[in-house]
Structures are given as structure tokens and as C-alpha cells.
Antibody
Framework: EVQLVESGGGLVQPGGSLRLSCAAS????????MHWVRQAPGKGLVWVSR????????SYADSVKGRFTISRDNAKNTLYLQMNSLRAEDTAVYYC?????????????WGQGTLVTVSS | DIQMTQSPSTLSASVGDRVTITCRAS??????LAWYQQKPGKAPKLLIY???SLESGVPSRFSGSGSGTEFTLTISSLQPDDFATYYC?????FGPGTKVDIK
């Protein structure tokens, strides 16, 4: 059974940093592109970042470019999101998600999400 | 980036109704469109990929169609479990969502 379990969320002050982790199991993690998607309270889904299967290629939403870094450790079956210079508008549930493998970034598995709250 | 719009934003329907949600892209995206269902407090669930391919395990009452810039998600006979918010997505852009609630 495919499982994605996020951790690392919490309350952080504006300007602070946080690192999210996503532990993957039930599939060959090193074969799949992975994404982070976020959802502010009561709002829609927003794509944040993606990384290819071996970690050599990454992409970011303009709103987080230069502040967030996606990475992965295929030996540990873990996806990361390092978030720096956090702003109030980064407050959201952050989902770790697996790319199905077709063009268009369809996401076939999602974690349960971890809440990040940026507030003083 | 390509912009995605959805209509309607909210849809009130009854069990058994045929429901259609439309997603439009600001430029052609071929058939690279996915549809998701999300219930409150839960992660989204993939329903359709490549515009019309039904994800494994998804009931056949869900179907997708379209190509280029206009796409539709159809629920042939709405069931109680289908009241939720539906999103379209292509690459890095999600649509704003369509909430399907009880009439």
C-alpha cells in the first residue's frame, strides 16, 4: 500500500524557517517524480514544487522561488521541503504527493498533509 | 503560466442528478488535464487523468472529456458520497474548484 506521511509542520514566526519531511513507503520511491502542494485554510489547491526521480531537476512556483528548496533522499525514501523567509501567506496545509508519471503532473497519491502556520 | 478556470464555482444538485463541471485553459494544453475530488479535511483524490482516463478504483459514473482548452467532468448519477469540491489541474496550475452541494 502506498503511503506518504508528512511531518515537520508547526507554528513559526514570519521570517523563520521550517523543514518538512515526507516518508514514502509501499512503492519504489526512486522511480517517481514527487510534488509539494499546499492549501491555505478555506482556499484551493496550489502547486508549490516538484522534483524528478533522481533529484537532478526541480521546479518551483513563482511565489516560493528563492525561498523554498525541494530535495529527496532516495536511500531513505524521504522527500523534503526546506522553507526559509516564511511569510504569513505561506500558512497552509502542505501535501506531499506522488506524480503518476504521465505528462501534465497528475498526482495519484497524496499524504494527509501537515499544517504550517506563520504568525507572530 | 497557463490559467485555469472552472464553472460553476458552486453547484447544487440532488442524488441521481447528472452533473457536469467545466474547466477551461487559457491556451491549449492538449489532453494533459486531471480532475480531483476533495472532501473537507481530506487530501484530494485523483479521478481522471489525461482528460478522459479513469483512475483505477474510481466509479464508472465519473467521466472526463475534452481537449485543447475546454474540458468537462461528468457524474452520470450523483451519489451521496459525491458531495465534495472538484478541481481540475494541468502541470503547475489547479483550477479554483467547484463545490457540489446538496440541493
Amino acid at each position: 500500500e502506498v503511503q506518504l506521511v508528512e511531518s515537520g509542520g508547526g507554528l513559526v514566526q514570519p521570517g523563520g524557517s521550517l523543514r518538512l519531511s515526507c516518508a514514502a513507503s509501499g512503492f519504489t520511491f526512486s522511480s517517481y517524480w514527487m510534488h509539494w502542494v499546499r492549501q491555505a485554510p478555506g482556499k484551493g489547491l496550489v502547486w508549490v514544487s516538484r522534483i524528478n526521480s533522481d533529484g537532478s531537476s526541480t521546479s518551483y512556483a513563482d511565489s516560493v522561488k528563492g525561498r523554498f528548496t525541494i530535495s529527496r533522499d532516495n536511500a531513505k525514501n524521504t522527500l523534503y521541503l526546506q522553507m526559509n523567509s516564511l511569510r504569513a501567506e505561506d500558512t497552509a496545509v502542505y501535501y506531499c504527493a506522488r506524480d503518476r508519471g504521465d505528462s501534465g503532473y497528475p498526482i495519484d497519491y497524496w499524504g494527509q498533509g501537515t499544517l504550517v502556520t506563520v504568525s507572530s | 503560466d497557463i490559467q485555469m478556470t472552472q464553472s460553476p464555482s458552486t453547484l447544487s444538485a440532488s442524488v441521481g442528478d447528472r452533473v457536469t463541471i467545466t474547466c477551461r485553459a487559457s491556451q491549449s494544453i492538449s489532453s494533459w488535464l486531471a480532475w480531483y475530488q476533495q472532501k473537507p479535511g481530506k487530501a484530494p483524490k485523483l479521478l481522471i487523468y489525461k482528460a478522459s482516463s479513469l483512475e483505477s478504483g474510481v466509479p464508472s459514473r465519473f467521466s472526463g472529456s475534452g481537449s485543447g482548452t475546454e474540458f468537462t467532468l461528468t457524474i452520470s448519477s450523483l451519489q451521496p458520497d459525491d458531495f465534495a469540491t472538484y478541481y481540475c489541474q494541468q502541470y503547475r496550475t489547479f483550477g479554483p474548484g467547484t463545490k457540489v452541494d446538496i440541493k
